[in-house]
C-alpha cells in the first residue's frame, strides 16, 4: 500500500528532513515507486507538486527536497497503486475548494468495490478509491453544511461519521487538512511525534541523515510530524490507535473527551 506523511506545526517550518527519509521509500529502501506528491499551505494558498515517476527518480521530488518552503500544514504521500493506473491523475494529494477555503487528502489503504453514488458537487477526475472517498466526503460535508464552515466540532462530528461508514468498506488512513485543522484518521497504522523545547537531535532511518533541532528553532516552536511508519531511528513515536481521528492544531494533537463531548489538548508523546 502507500505512505504517508503529514507536518502540523504553530509556526511556519521546512520539511526537508522529514521529506528527505520519505521519498527514499519510493523506490530505495520501499517499493513505493508509482507516483508521489506533496502539498504546502501558505496563508489560503496551496502549493501542490505531483509526478507519476518515483520519489527516487523524480527531479521535482529532488527540488522539494533541497528547497526549504515554510509552511504550518503539510501532506505528502508516496504510492504503490491497488486501483487506479500509474498516472498523474491517480497521484495523491488530491485537491478541491469547500467553503471558500482549498482542502487537501491522501489516503493510504484499498476501498474494494468502492463507488459512491449521488456525487454532485465534486467529481473525481481519477479512477482511484482514494480520490472517490475525497469527494464523497466533502460532498457529505457540503449537504451538512450548506451556509458555510462549521464550527471545529460540528465539522468533526461530521467527519467521524463519515469517516466510519468508509472504514467498514476497507482500510482508510488518510490525513485531511484544510490549513486551519489537519484531520489524521488511523485504520490500521499511522504515528505522530510532537518536536517541542527542549529540541534534541533526530536521525533518518532511510537516509545516514541527522539535524539537531536545537540549532534551528526557538523555544517557543512546535511541530508535529504524522507518519504511515516512524522516519528517526532515535525519538519516540507515538502510535496512533486503531478507529481514532485527531485534529491537529499548532502542532499539537486535540483530543474529544470521550463521554463528555468536551474538546481539549494533550500531547500523547514526544521525541525529546
Known sequence: MCQ????????PTDICFSFSGFAARGGKTDDHRDGWGIAFFEGKGCRIFIDAK?????????FVRHYPIHSTHVIAHIRKATQG????ENCHPFRRELWGRYWVFAHNGDLPDF??????????VGNTDSEKAFCLILETLRERFPFGEPSLEELYSVLREITDKISSIGVFNYLLTNGEHFFTHCSTKLCYIVRQAPFAAAHLIDEDVTVDFSELTTPSDRVAVIATTPLTDNEVWTPIQPGELLVFQDGL???????????????RGNGD
Request: charged letters at 10%.
Open 4 to 11: 504517508l506523511l503529514g507536518m502540523n506545526c504553530n509556526v
Open 54 to 62: 518515483s520519489s527516487v527518480s523524480s527531479p521535482i521530488a529532488e
Open 85 to 88: 493506473e500509474i498516472a498523474l
Open 115 to 124: 463507488n459512491p453514488l449521488g456525487l454532485q458537487s465534486f467529481q473525481p
Open 253 to 267: 494533537p486535540i483530543f474529544k473527551g470521550l463521554g463528555t463531548g468536551d474538546w481539549g489538548l494533550g500531547i
